[in-house]
């Protein structure tokens, strides 16, 4: 292993109580070799297999046992190790820990870092063969890899519970290559300037009343930060009805679709990656009154006119770009991605059945699939859009890495590491969704 990845990295390596916990101590090891700060947390359990002195020796830091053992009163220990952390990584992970880390239990110290901590978290369990298969720690595994917790998938092989199968932790190289990796990714975007737009356009009748969509922006905003997270320059365009704005990315908040082309238009040109995952309104209201309109006895008409595709004018006027435009559908999921696709130029098409359970406008999660010019490139279950997020910019900065020419040099800054209107009463608005 190189030592330059790891340098100066802070690792919170866990290990809790299973018969694999000797082989822990070696991967402490390869670790602190490589040049990675080393702070071990043991459980109850686990210094039943091996000696916390052991640890101490390899990591040459206290080992933390217990929540409560508070050496530095300056500090909360738990508090202190999750802010630090660059990376946990749980090793052996027992089908305890894993309950816990996906219900949110909190009762020792591993479990309250590692519910404290923000740092990514990669976990290389292993137990008996039916304890690994049982349904309950399939569906914890399942869940915490929608929470983006990354795994090194146990070996198979005869276990120490007398059993072949699979359960068997992962040898200590393989985990330190998967810990390794993680940190590498991270600068895999430096030195591109990535623009992503995100949330529902604003479409005005008059001002207080407008046309707008269900989007929340969560989607957009997950992307920014996954791009931000893997070294890029990130610049957000959202419309102003998206929630909490991510640091560490530039933000330009716009109202309208023409806002919105403006503000991409400008900053075109410089970008390395365009990331369309605003719900952009396809049609808007040809007169926009500088008066609240009054009700009539009669019937209100308001005529609609279509908007710019920003998309579209984006495919026209790619050079180099990576363009990636999403695509909100309710049927015929393939046939619209690939048209889109084709029409609008773009490099990837994300496209979402917002009609499926899981996925679409507002929520948390997201289950989408990848058109490229060969058609399904990738295919995800629902997954939170944080994950989806990273799964994307990961893939992006593969494709643009494949890709014949130079990649750009880092930067000396960049990182590593309801629908409807509110208008005359009884009136529905809705976006025609045909973009
Ligand atoms: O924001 P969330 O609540 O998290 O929800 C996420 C999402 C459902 C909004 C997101 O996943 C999504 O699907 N975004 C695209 C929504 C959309 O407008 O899809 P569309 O199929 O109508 O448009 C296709 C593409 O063209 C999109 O990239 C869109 O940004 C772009 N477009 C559309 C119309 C227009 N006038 N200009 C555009 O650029």
Known sequence: MTASVLKGKTIVLGITGGIAAYKAAALC????????DVHVIMTESAVKFIAPLTLQTLSRHHVHTDTFDERDPSAVSHIDLADRADLVVIAPATANILAKMAHGLADDMLSTTVLATTAPVLVAPAMNVHMYAHPAVADNIRLLGQRGVRFVEP???????????????????EIARAVEACFEERGSLAGRRVLVTAGGTIERIDPVRYITNDSSGKMGIAVAEAARDLGADVTLVATRSVGALPEGVRTVTVESAADMLEAVMDRFDESDIVVKAAAVA?????????????????????????????????????????????????????????????????????????????????????????????????????????????????????????????????PSGARDGAGGLAGPKGTVYGEEADS
């Open 29 to 36: 090891s390869r670790l602190v070799q490589a040049g990675a």
């Open 155 to 173: 070996g198979t092989g005869q276990l120490a519970c007398g059993y072949v199968g699979k359960g068997r932790l992962a040898e200590p190289d």
């Open 282 to 410: 396809d049609y808007r209201p040809v007169v926009k009154h500088d008066a609240k309109l009054k009700k009539t006895g009669g019937r209100l008409v308001i005529e609609l006119e279509k908007t710019a595709d920003i998309l579209e004018e984006a495919g026209r006027r790619k050079t180099g770009q990576f363009l990636v435009g999403f695509a909100a559908e309710t049927n015929d999921i393939a046939l619209y991605a690939m048209d889109k696709l084709r029409r609008k130029n773009c490099d990837l098409i994300v496209a979402n059945d917002v009609t499926a359970e899981g996925a679409g406008f507002n929520g948390d999660t997201n289950a989408v699939q990848l058109f490229d010019e060969g058609g399904l490139a990738a295919e995800w279950p629902v997954l939170t859009k944080r994950e989806v997020g990273l799964r994307l910019m990961r893939l992006v900065a593969e494709r643009l890495d494949a890709r014949p020419g130079k990649r750009p040099d880092a």
